[in-house]
Nanobody
């Protein structure tokens, strides 16, 4: 049961990145990715954005208007488009999903915003 996050990197303030979260098949079953979290150095992990099965989205206040969560149901992939990145967005970003009733965390991808 795996979730693989990718797309992180080093970007200047004001730049953009798109994160992807994919699920590997487990005997034909896949984790359903549903949310992005992040954890900055010395801080607790926080919810960044999530999408309900019906498509309703929710964002933490600090990213509203800059980040957008989306998904490709056919590919079972969750995305996070991050625009106007700021140094305070620097963190390891994790995707989260469900495998049945099991809560699953992805591997994380590092986003560094620095000049």
């Amino acid at each position: 049961v795996q979730l693989q996050a990718s797309g992180g990197g080093l970007v200047h303030p004001g730049g953009a990145l798109r994160l992807s979260c994919e699920s590997a098949s487990n005997n034909g079953r896949r984790v359903k990715p549903r949310a992005w979290y992040r954890q900055a150095p010395g801080k607790e992990r926080e919810l960044v954005a999530r999408m309900s099965p019906g498509g309703m989205v929710e964002y933490v206040d600090s990213v509203k208007g800059r980040f957008a969560i989306s998904r490709d149901i056919r590919k079972n992939t969750l995305y996070l488009q991050m625009n106007s990145l700021q140094p305070e967005d620097t963190a390891v970003y994790y995707c989260n999903g469900l495998f049945g009733s099991l809560n699953v965390w992805g591997s994380g991808t590092l986003v560094t915003v620095s000049s």
